[in-house]
């Protein structure tokens, strides 16, 4: 890094001793937990150069060790200050990020109990940080033609790899992309381009090719009534210039997305810029098209770019000239100088909130930046949160709902089966009679078919019948699932893998069983009873190569397979006509789960993947198989009642108030010693409790308890939890005890707030 720096003041020590009063001081956090900044004088030379939003080189701490950290503001030094260290270094010529976005940033790390600087490393993307320049990527692609050439062409191995890998690419490759994929020097390349087999661009490489080629804009859609109405309420906010943040409720199939756009098309007649967040799994090429068919410079963001293509496109969206950004998570931060409107479609999916510091939410950070830019703020989804759907019922947002399908489709009828005593199930099969039924039924009037299972592997459960132990990870707390193509059993947390062990680990008896049916013995399964049918499985075994997802849906567009089976991976989003039969093998395993959205995601689940269904004029129906038909949650998905199973869940939240009538910190404890990190957590629990201003409860702290993974990677791990009416009571809590914390040197905390995943 220091290569790049560009400004050297190691010589320049004197500094440190220099007079402060007259001159202005800067305040700069690093990559740390911590909320304020340091303060540093500056250097005579750098006086005129630093402005905030730009990375320095400070020392830091005792040691003085040269840490990069980030100018976040210049103010006057106050007299009689203890002397300052100086700065070291200045390394960016302009700031990586707008007065704004710094706000921003810090009110993440304040939201969020994190460090600023943690949040700013996070926030901008390395290739930017890197500074690679204006250089641009060096893209290849294969020559047209090549593919007749390359019989009679002879190719080293390395070659071969390299063909290979751009064969199977839609679009253009990045050089070092290329070498990584084929496993070779830039060497190969060289030769292939001066063979005439391959060719460099000067251009940016893209989720697809489909960048290259212009796409052909298409006029707008006929909006109806329901329509209409949405566009006409999102349009005042707009117009206004005023921020709003609406919840578009509308049902699947519904044609939310074509409000969107019109709603991006007044902004962008403006000389605005609009960003729409979607779920990092819905941004498929369909997806891209659909934007890029409507708006003529639409970029996007997603986290297989490479950091170089990131900071192109960090470019391009910072000079104006993007009119949309569509993007996964993070492109909630994408530098759009006059931003006009953030839409975040399917805004339940819990893809939106960070798992790794700074644990945000996206819903969260779009709408204090939306209020910052007195812009809209638009929220859609068929089954929206909970957090969303009360604050929008108690109008402190705006409600727009659009109950029907377009063209008055129905949605489909849901039956919901009990597989208590189905005699196909009792004898271990994954399918029941009336699902059978209904697959062979579908298949003999041409129609297809969606499976859907959320466990991936063969064998969900690897047991032994003499103890009645599952068979654990050794690193974590988590039974083994069986790969069957693999030959292994496998952790699902950390990867672990090892060939099926012959005995019992704890009681030495070879009598080790498979239990459970998870996508591959589904896939088995399906093939054996339906000889017939094409069956294509989506899950993220299947589904490793790029490329393989859409080439997967594209076949079963065209109809080339009857059947598809699949985790979540096949959830949202998918639109086939001709889908006329959605099975859901097993709504249990969503229901089980020790979460206390547990009720809430099997409701989205069944609601989503029934809207997979019925989009053509044939219609069609959903199967849920449960043990469970009683369930409030499996009722009210049955119905489509999104509203009837809100206010059940709502009143069963408020009993034991829960979010949303809660606000909740979790912290997580982790060590390699089980005591001392159960100790640690006690007693962070303990000097919390104490330090509550009275004992009522007003603020609460649960715990501490181990956590529902009580190890996980070989660490063990322990959980408490500071839950209050507002997160400002929480975090009054946690920062009054968070100094006089010490911890253990094998001993590592997090704290995630508004937690959505309960591990
Ligand atoms: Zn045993
Ligand atoms: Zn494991």
């Known amino acids: 890094m220091s290569s790049q720096g560009q400004f050297g003041f190691a010589e320049m020590r004197e500094w440190e001793h220099a007079a402060i009063e007259d001159v202005k001081v800067a305040e700069v956090v690093f990559n740390l937990p911590l909320e304020r900044p340091y303060t540093y004088s500056i250097p005579e030379p750098l006086r005129d150069l630093i402005k905030p939003g730009q990375r320095v080189k400070a020392p830091l701490g005792r040691s003085n060790r040269i840490v990069v950290g980030y100018c976040v503001a210049i103010r006057p030094g106050e007299s009689g200050q203890k002397r300052l260290k100086p700065i070291e270094e200045l390394l960016d010529s302009e700031p990586l990020l707008n007065g704004q976005m710094l706000e921003l940033t810090r009110w993440i790390g304040e939201r969020y109990l994190c460090g600023w600087g943690q949040v700013l490393d ?45 064969q199977k690419s839609t679009g253009p490759v990045t050089a070092t992309d290329l070498c990584e994929r084929a496993g070779c020097s830039p060497g190969p390349l060289k030769s292939l381009q001066e063979r005439g087999l391959i060719k460099a661009m000067r251009i940016r490489s893209e989720i697809s090719g489909d960048d290259l080629l212009p796409v052909q804009q298409q006029a707008d859609l006929k909006l109806n009534v329901q329509q209409q109405q949405a566009l006409d309420r999102i349009l005042q906010p707009i117009r206004a210039s005023e921020h709003e943040t609406l919840l578009l409720h509308g049902v699947t199939g519904s044609g939310k997305t074509e409000v969107y756009i019109r709603a ?21 090429p369909q997806t891209i098209r659909r934007f890029r068919s409507r708006f003529s410079t639409v970029a996007v963001l997603h986290s297989h770019m490479t950091d170089a293509e990131r900071h192109w496109q960090w470019q391009q969206i910072s000079s104006g000239e993007i009119q949309v950004v569509v993007g996964a998570r993070s492109a909630v931060f994408a ?27 996206a819903r969260e950070v779009a709408r204090k930046r939306c209020l910052d830019e007195r812009v809209p703020l638009i929220l859609g989804s068929a089954t929206p949160t909970l957090e969303s759907w009360i604050r929008a019922t108690r109008k402190l947002d705006v409600l727009v709902s659009m109950p029907s399908r377009v063209e008055d489709r129905p949605l489909p009828p849901v039956v919901v089966v009990d597989t208590r005593s189905d005699p196909r199930i009792s004898k271990g099969s994954a399918i029941g009679r009336a699902l059978y039924g209904a697959i062979d039924r579908a298949l003999k009037d041409k129609g297809q078919v969606i499976l859907f299972l959320n466990l991936r592997g063969y064998s969900p459960t690897v047991w032994c019948r003499s103890c009645g132990a599952g068979i654990k990870c050794p690193n974590c707390d988590i039974t083994l699932t069986w790969h069957r193509d693999r030959q292994c059993v496998v952790c699902h947390s950390c990867d672990y893998e090892i060939t099926p062990p012959k005995a019992c680990p704890t009681c030495q008896s070879p009598a080790v069983r498979y239990l459970g049916t998870g996508t591959q013995k589904l896939d088995e399964e399906v093939q054996n009873t339906f000889p017939n049918a094409t069956v294509i499985r989506m899950d993220s075994d299947s589904m490793q190569k790029p490329g393989s997802h859409d080439e997967a849906l594209e076949k079963f567009r065209k109809g080339e397979v009857q059947i598809l089976l699949g985790t979540q991976m096949i959830a949202k989003g998918l639109d086939f006509p001709n889908v006329t039969l959605v099975g859901v093998i097993d709504a249990d ?71 949303p009538f809660s606000s909740v910190a979790r912290v997580i404890f982790r060590g390699p010693d089980e005591m001392r990190t159960r100790q640690t957590a006690q007693a962070v629990a303990d000097r919390l409790r104490s330090a509550r201003r009275d004992a009522t409860e007003v603020v609460r702290v649960l715990g501490a308890a181990p956590a529902p993974i009580t190890r996980l990677r070989g660490l063990w791990r322990f959980h408490l939890q500071i839950a209050a009416k507002t997160p400002e009571l929480v975090k009054e809590l946690w920062q009054s005890a968070e100094q006089s914390l010490s911890l253990p040197d094998d001993v590592e905390f997090a704290i995630d707030v508004d937690p959505i995943n309960a591990r």
């Open 589 to 659: 395993t969503m229901l089980r789960q020790p979460d206390l959205r547990a009720a809430e995601r099997t409701f989205q689940l069944i609601a989503q993947v029934a809207g997979r269904t019925g989009r053509g004029e044939r219609g069609g129906r959903v199967l849920v198989q449960t043990t469970s038909p009683n369930d409030p949650a499996v009722k009210f998905a049955s119905k489509h009642d999104f509203i009837g199973f809100a206010q059940h869940e709502l009143a069963e939240r408020y009993d034991t108030q829960a979010p």
């Open 122 to 166: 996070s926030v901008i993307p390395a290739g930017v940080r890197k500074k690679s320049g204006t250089r641009e990527v060096q893209n290849f692609i294969l020559v047209p033609g090549t593919e007749e050439k390359l019989t009679s062409a002879r190719l080293s191995r390395q070659q071969k790899m390299v063909i290979e890998v751009l």
């Open 264 to 284: 991006i098309r007044e902004v962008v007649s403006y000389g605005r810029q609009a960003i729409v967040l979607v779920p990092e799994i819905s941004l498929t």
């Open 335 to 361: 530098p759009t100088p006059n931003l006009g409107l953030i839409v975040i479609d399917e805004e339940h999916e819990p893809s939106f909130k960070q798992d790794s510091t700074p644990r945000y939410h």
